[in-house]
Each structure stands twice: as structure tokens, then as C-alpha cells.
């Protein structure tokens, strides 16, 4: 470890689907936040942790700023709103391949009222042509002043290690808040519920929109060692659950040996999964459900 380390917080915002959790993942190395080509992915702040021998970057992956339309939407606005506030850099986020939209004067209406460097990252450039990106910036440079335009690809990985180093250049001398080894704050059981939705988010396309959640209700260790896992998929209604349990249990079966592989590899150990499908209705507006599924009321 060097002589001074650095350390601190670091937002990143954007609209639905602008690969937020793809470059979180590209940056810690490992799988944390799930990632679809659906809106409204992410509905937790995702904590990831950068290490390095001379500093130490907390990334926070909000849920994408959009309008809400019920309950559960209120709670993604609020935190992501909520996360500019306590943190020591926003990073801005917009898909270049899709370029200006109506979300993104949204987010910088709010992003002007707050008090902290805003960096503007262009992703997903590997998609345009250069002088599209050059119109790109010159149309957001007009909205309000950035600290830096940084373009980057996170899926490819370009220009991603000159953004971190942008950061670490803003970031002054401070602590480290996580072991080395640690890459998030979220306990097992979040990020094994995020591969269960995930692999119902790319299975079931279109058919099956946000109205899923994902309950762990048990977590075993057997005497050889490996875990059973039993979780429970929540739907809002009955031919939803058709839909995910599929012909004969096809689909849930597809859903239950994608998840497997992921959580064997974050967790290191076999896993036998066992899913349930259940109906409850309209639990995006109902208070008690959201608790339940760990979102919690005074934020919605």
C-alpha cells in the first residue's frame, strides 16, 4: 500500500438500461449486479467495491431515474435521488447509441440542484460512429457544466481503467471502509435473489415485465458441504405463473440451472435450488409486500 490512500463514494445514475450494472461489474471484476436489456433492472442500490494498493472506490448503482408509476417506482426514484446527496462523485451515465432523450433533462434538473462533481460518461461508444460522438457531447455540454466528459465502453472495457483513474484523481486521502477481498456490502442472500430474477428477466422477454420478486426463503448447508437454497418467485398473476413455471416446468427448471451456475460461482460451493412460484396480487402497491421484499417503506 502506498504512503497515501484514497478513498470515498462514487453514484452512478442514468435512465434505465444505459449499462450502469454492466460497468459496475466490469470495474469489480465479479458479477454483483444483474444485468437485462429490459428498463428498471436494478431497485436496490448496489454496493461495489473497487480496491486497488492506493485507494478505494464504493461505487453505488442506483435504480435508473425514470417516472414512477406506482409504489415500487416511488421507492427507485426516491433512493436514487436519495444517494446523490451522500456521496463524494456522480457519475452520469447515458447510452450513446440511443443519445439524448427526455429522461436525461430529468435527471440533470436534478442533478444541477446537487453539490458535487458530476462527470458525465459517455457508454456504449463502441456502438457509433465518432462524429456522432462528438454532436453527443457538444448537446450535453449545453445542459449543464460538467467536471469531465469521460466516453467509455464497459461492456468492451474501453477507456474504463482512465475513468478510474479521472476518479482517484478527485478523491482525497481517507480510509478503507471494506477488506480488499470484499466486492459489495449486499448480504448473500440479495444477491442470490438478483440471479433468480435475472434469468426470469432473459427468459421470459416480453411476457413477464417487473411484476416479479424474489424471496430466499431457506439457506442450508448439507453435511457434504454444498447449500440448498429454496426461494420463492412472486408474480402478480396467474398467467404470469404459467407463463414462468412452463410446459411440463420447462421454464423454471431453465431459470433454476442458469441461476445455480451463477450462485455456485459466487458462493464457491454445489447448490441444489428449489423454486416455488406463488400469485400475489398488485404487490408493487402494497406496503406490506414491499417490506417483505425488502423494500423498505419510508423510502416509497
Known amino acids: 500500500m502506498s504512503d497515501t490512500f484514497k478513498s470515498g463514494f462514487t453514484a452512478i445514475v442514468g435512465r434505465p438500461n444505459v449499462g450502469k450494472s454492466t460497468f459496475m461489474n466490469r470495474v469489480i471484476g465479479e458479477k454483483i449486479a444483474i444485468m437485462s436489456d429490459k428498463a428498471q433492472t ?66 440533470v434538473d436534478r442533478l444541477k440542484n446537487v453539490d458535487r462533481p458530476v462527470y ?61 477481498d470484499q466486492i459489495t456490502d449486499h448480504p448473500e442472500r440479495f444477491v442470490i435473489s438478483e440471479f433468480i430474477r435475472e434469468k426470469v428477466l432473459h427468459l421470459t422477454r416480453e411476457e413477464i415485465p417487473h411484476s416479479i420478486a424474489v424471496k430466499i426463503e431457506e439457506i442450508d448447508e448439507e453435511e457434504n458441504g454444498s447449500l440448498h437454497i429454496q426461494a420463492i418467485i412472486v408474480v402478480e398473476r396467474k398467467s404470469q405463473k404459467g407463463i414462468i413455471i412452463g410446459k411440463q416446468g420447462s421454464m423454471l427448471k431453465e431459470v433454476g440451472t442458469r441461476a445455480r451456475k451463477d450462485i455456485e460461482a459466487l458462493l464457491g460451493s454445489k447448490v441444489f435450488l428449489e423454486l416455488w412460484v406463488k400469485v400475489q396480487k398488485d404487490w408493487r402497491n402494497r406496503s406490506i409486500d414491499l417490506n417483505d421484499f425488502g423494500y423498505r417503506e419510508d423510502d416509497y
Not at 63 to 92: C, R, S, W
Not at 120 to 147: A, S
Not at 152 to 169: C, P, Q, R, Y
Open 42 to 107: 436494478t431497485r436496490n442500490r448496489i454496493q461495489g467495491v473497487y480496491t486497488d494498493e492506493d485507494s478505494q472506490i464504493v461505487f453505488i448503482d442506483t435504480p435508473g431515474i425514470h417516472k414512477p408509476k406506482h409504489k415500487l417506482g416511488n421507492y427507485m426514484v426516491n433512493t436514487a435521488e436519495q444517494t446523490l446527496n451522500e456521496v463524494d462523485i456522480i457519475l452520469f451515465m447515458i447510452n450513446a447509441e440511443e443519445g439524448y432523450g427526455r429522461g436525461d433533462q430529468f435527471i
Open 120 to 180: 458525465l460518461i459517455i457508454n456504449k461508444i463502441d456502438r457509433v460512429h465518432p462524429d456522432k460522438l462528438i454532436t453527443l457531447i457538444e448537446q450535453y455540454r449545453e445542459l449543464m457544466e460538467f467536471t469531465e466528459i469521460v466516453p467509455i465502453s464497459a461492456l468492451e472495457g474501453n477507456n474504463v481503467d482512465h475513468l478510474l483513474t479521472v476518479i482517484k484523481g478527485h478523491l482525497e486521502e481517507g480510509p478503507q471502509y471494506y477488506p480488499e
